[in-house]
């Protein structure tokens, strides 16, 4: 991988086997589609194009026997924005072959208490993402390579506390 490619964007779209991401937050309603999330507050259905722009980038990889996975912590009661993001973008983006998993805390203590969203590409490159206090976006960081092993551990342990995100669904989505 060049050093052009030390970019969020620049990592997924040379990234060669795996795209890990950690997502710990419960609203990143000021970061997405506004549109769509308002949509899904006034009880409307969700528009057969919702998430078509993702969900292609996804099967663009997954189509080449790439992975893009995902952890979510997260407690119950769920927000509004949790309810939207599970029940439309989970659902969706596992049609393009994105798999998701849930580290719900809500009867234990939270493993990676502290540690940021990121982005994990091919354990060896890491974007952290930064949010403000409302849950909008505020750019990635791309780390350098000596923190790779942290974030190696951060990402085995998400998966070794989290549950496949359509059997945790059947049990607590709404």
């Not at 050093?3 to 997405?32: I, P, Q």
């Not at 998701?100 to 208490?113: G, H, R, Y």
């Amino acid at each position: 991988m060049t050093t052009s490619s030390r970019t969020l964007g620049g990592l997924f779209d040379a990234f060669e086997n795996e795209a890990f991401r950690l997502e710990t937050l419960d609203d990143y309603s000021k970061s997405g589609n506004v549109d769509a999330y308002r949509a899904f507050q006034a009880g409307k259905p969700q528009p057969d194009d919702y998430n078509a722009n993702w969900v292609q980038e996804v099967r663009s990889h997954t189509e080449k026997g790439k992975r893009i996975y995902r952890v979510h912590v997260l407690t119950r009661p769920l927000t509004e924005y949790l309810r939207y993001e599970l029940g439309w973008g989970y659902r969706k983006n596992m049609s393009g072959g994105e798999e998701f998993f849930i580290l719900d805390t809500t009867d234990s203590s939270n493993p990676l208490e502290d540690v940021p969203d990121f982005w994990f590409f091919d354990s060896k490159f890491v974007a952290v993402m930064n949010y403000d206090g409302a849950g909008k976006f505020a750019g990635s960081e791309v780390l350098s390579s000596d923190r790779v092993t942290e974030f190696i551990e951060y990402r085995d342990a998400a998966l070794a506390h989290a549950e496949p995100f359509v059997e945790w669904w059947a049990k607590h989505g709404v």
